[in-house]
């Protein structure tokens, strides 16, 4: 089988854990040459390594690039090693849950604008002058939360949904220069940090994270790996500005009366976790629904 991304250069940020992780390895699979970027302390070094180890081209990166010098530089080093750049992956962000709108951390707000929104739309900036050469690609790591909202961290959906909006307008925007771009929407995703026993969350509660699922399961890193693998490749050639997404049925669902017992009963999950590039701290809860208030 022929490789699909064969000599394509592409940076993936957040890519040393998780969805990234997958995407580094996929697109290595496929022959790009990996940029990979990551906060001081992520593993990207290790993700890059393997690939290099397996006989692929990557390159690692440690930088905040929600910093404006810092964005500039990370895409500045990779037209530098390789000569060009292809692919964008904006799979950089954080996930801060810990309470309603009116008790939710003000610092807690300001980090996830800072790692969701503004590091995409500086990568997105200083990354289109090249991809505008090369008719290339951008991808966004978006979120059924921005469709669908998200109780008790409300900061997060809303950063999703800024992402859907903005994949779509840097779409229309940019076809004229020949440059797609297009939005990943995954729902719950089964990483290390979700299951098994390193994992934050307790092990009588891991199961009950896919039961209200249409599928009865969460997605793997692999899954949405694959997904981006084509949305990059000329196998997509004629999709741009779409927002695909991948939760197992969670939004289709919503709303329908006809709802199966097992999914009805399902219980409702809070989460009270930081999910960032460094990995996720805090800790998973069912309640039951709250009561409205006043």
Not at 215 to 239: D, Q
């Amino acid at each position: 089988m022929p490789m699909r991304l064969k000599d394509k250069i592409a940076i993936v940020t957040g890519g040393g854990t998780g969805i990234g992780e997958a995407i580094c390895h996929k697109f290595a699979h496929e022959g790009a040459k990996l940029f990979i970027a990551g906060l001081p302390g992520d593993p990207v070094e290790d993700v890059a390594a393997a690939i290099v180890g397996h006989g692929g081209s990557a390159v690692s990166y440690l930088g905040d690039l929600s910093g404006t010098d810092e964005a500039a530089a990370c895409v500045a080093l990779a037209v530098e090693t390789y000569g060009r750049l292809d692919i964008l992956i904006n799979n950089a962000g954080v996930f801060i849950a810990n309470a309603e709108t009116d008790a939710y951390r003000i610092e807690d707000f300001d980090r996830t604008y800072k790692n969701n929104i503004r590091t995409a739309f500086l990568m997105t900036k200083f990354a289109l002058p090249h991809l505008q050469k090369t008719r290339g690609n951008i991808v966004f790591t978006g979120s059924e939360a921005g469709f669908n909202g998200s109780p008790n961290f409300t900061p997060y959906g809303g950063s999703k949904g800024f992402l859907h909006a903005f994949a779509k307008g840097v779409a229309l925007e940019q076809a004229a220069y020949g440059v797609r771009a297009n939005c990943v929407c995954p729902g719950a995703i089964d990483t290390a940090w979700t299951r098994g026993a390193d994992s934050p969350i307790p092990l009588t509660a891991q199961e009950g994270i896919g039961m209200g699922i249409p599928l009865g399961r969460r997605g793997t890193p692999e899954e949405m790996a694959n997904i981006f693998a084509f949305l990059v490749s000329e196998e997509a050639s004629y999709v741009t500005g779409a927002l695909w997404l991948a939760d197992g049925g969670v939004t289709p669902a919503k709303g329908l009366t006809n709802v199966p017992p097992s999914l009805r009963e399902a219980p409702v999950g809070t989460l009270d976790l930081h999910h960032s590039h460094d990995g996720l701290r805090g800790k998973f809860v069912f309640r039951a629904p709250s009561t409205p208030k006043g």
